[in-house]
T-cell receptor
Framework: SQQGEEDPQALSIQEGENATMNCSYK?????LQWYRQNSGRGLVHLIL?????REKHSGRLRVTLDTSKKSSSLLITASRAADTASYFC??????????FGAGTTVTVRA | SQTIHQWPATLVQPVGSPLSLECTVE??????LYWYRQAAGRGLQLLFY??????ISSEVPQNLSASRPQDRQFILSSKKLLLSDSGFYLC????????????FGEGSRLTVL
């Protein structure tokens, strides 16, 4: 079953703008991860944030985690055409297993 | 460096035919191995995972089975495909018990006609 739910389902922005997407989950977690998927390809790991962390940065990516609200956000700053992809959050509900949401499809217009 | 190979990339099969998708990881030992399925426009559904040779955990009862004949080889099979088995199948691996970063293959797109 899917634990993470991303919002919005789709997002269209102009190149150079920021893109923000959210993830909500239901049970307690050890960590939350964000992945990117280009059309027809495998997923690529972007960033992992542990349950005792509140914010993490990696290049143009900023992830926040609010365990009291069971939610996370992914911000992509200064978007580029190459950022066009689907973005998924994933949570480890139990050992060994990651549960993925349905994803947010981001389109960056030139 | 570690790499993951998944094949075939694309497969069109008739209903009732068998299936075999293979996944091999190189450059690491004793990985956790996973099979996910992704329906069009949807998230990933975990089908099977394995923490060692011959150890398979099934997440969803279905028409599929998995085997791990070697440490770094994971196979997804079916004896008789159904239309509902169509989808994008992804193999992935990681290390350790507490789930860290997953490394995915490029996927196998299966169409059952």
């Amino acid at each position: 079953s899917q634990q993470g739910e991303e919002d919005p389902q789709a997002l269209s922005i102009q190149e150079g703008e920021n893109a923000t997407m959210n993830c909500s989950y239901k049970t307690s977690i050890n960590n939350l991860q964000w992945y990117r998927q280009n059309s027809g390809r495998g997923l690529v790991h972007l960033i992992l944030i542990r349950s005792n962390e509140r914010e993490k940065h990696s290049g143009r990516l900023r992830v926040t985690l609010d365990t009291s609200k069971k939610s996370s956000s992914l911000l992509i700053t200064a978007s580029r055409a190459a950022d066009t992809a689907s973005y998924f959050c994933a949570t480890d509900a139990n050992d060994y297993k990651l549960s993925f949401g349905a994803g947010t499809t981001v389109t960056v217009r030139a | 460096s570690q790499t993951i190979h998944q094949w075939p990339a694309t497969l069109v099969q008739p209903v009732g035919s068998p299936l075999s998708l293979e996944c091999t990881v190189e450059g690491t030992s004793n990985p956790n191995l996973y099979w996910y399925r992704q329906a069009a426009g949807r998230g990933l559904q975990l089908l099977f995972y394995s923490v060692g040779i011959g150890q398979i955990s099934s997440e969803v009862p279905q028409n599929l089975s998995a085997s791990r004949p070697q440490d770094r080889q994971f196979i997804l099979s079916s004896k008789k495909l159904l239309l509902s088995d169509s989808g994008f199948y992804l193999c992935a691996w990681n290390l350790g018990r507490h789930t860290g970063e997953l490394f995915f293959g490029e996927g196998s797109r299966l169409t059952v006609l």
